[in-house]
């Protein structure tokens, strides 16, 4: 029985497992167990700072009992694309995810003992940075720092708090190429009518997304702008020779799994 912990950046596929879930468009009893937004709020968020009381709370509950006996050998899914902090403060000046750090520690704590997947989503940097909401944005636009983030960095420092478990990073720079194949993952999709269902859903998805996204001009100086594109290409490399780590590339994913759009 697998974990798998979506610990997102985000703006980058937000909600995309819960909306699916809550579509009722996949056999619950057949596919990964999904912790619910409800669930995760009553229990495991409080888990997080208060562990030693929660943590036989959590074990109660109806969706998890068989991963804390070994009776259920579905794998469970915990997707939080906000986990890590607000878009905006990656790029803040001396940005540190100390705090979020010790949550992820915490959280594969709940599940000691059992195979955890940590899946991560990056993009590049200039165009997750014009994904931001126009608060976010006008904020860094008018702010007089920039600091470009290194996606790299964010999953070293991830790979030290949870040495056991096995991370996934998954290249956004085309959503549309991985988002399928991230929710035939998580969910453990394998029946083609639940497939065909989430992939109609996926496609009908990003069509909003890509409707929706803000197509602000940056207007940062060309030497930014050019850091920005840069650290995204140096961080793919660091990443793909990270050992314990898989890095899901877009060319990498079958074209059957890449939804049209």
Known sequence: MMINLHVGIPHLLPNLIHDIQKRAIVNSRKTATVISRDEWKSLFRPALSERRRKILEIASMPALQGAYTGSDS???????????????????????????????????????????????????????????????????LQSD????????????????????????VWDCEEENKIAFAFATWMLE?????????????VREYMQKISATRGQMELNLPPRVSE???????????????????????????????????
Request: proline residues 3%; positive net charge; aromatic residues 10%.
């Open 189 to 201: 999709l394998k029946r083609d009518a639940e497939m065909n269902n989430v992939y109609n859903f």
């Open 145 to 168: 720092w920039v600091s470009i983030p290194s996606w790299s960095d964010l999953v070293q420092r991830i790979r030290i708090s949870a040495p056991n478990s096995k991370l996934i």
């Open 227 to 261: 850091s920005l594109d840069l650290q995204y290409f140096l961080d793919c490399e660091e990443i793909s020779k990270m050992e314990g780590v898989s890095f899901v590339k877009k060319e990498r994913v079958p074209k059957a799994l890449q939804v049209s759009i």
């Open 74 to 140: 579905r794998n469970i899914t915990i997707s939080q694309h906000t986990f890590l902090g607000k878009g905006i403060s990656f790029f803040a000046p001396k940005h540190s995810i100390i705090g979020y750090e010790r949550k992820i520690e915490k959280l594969v704590g709940l599940f000691e003992g059992r195979r955890i997947n940590i899946h991560i989503l990056i993009k590049d940097q200039h165009e997750y940075l014009r994904g931001l909401t126009g608060e976010e944005l006008n904020h860094f």
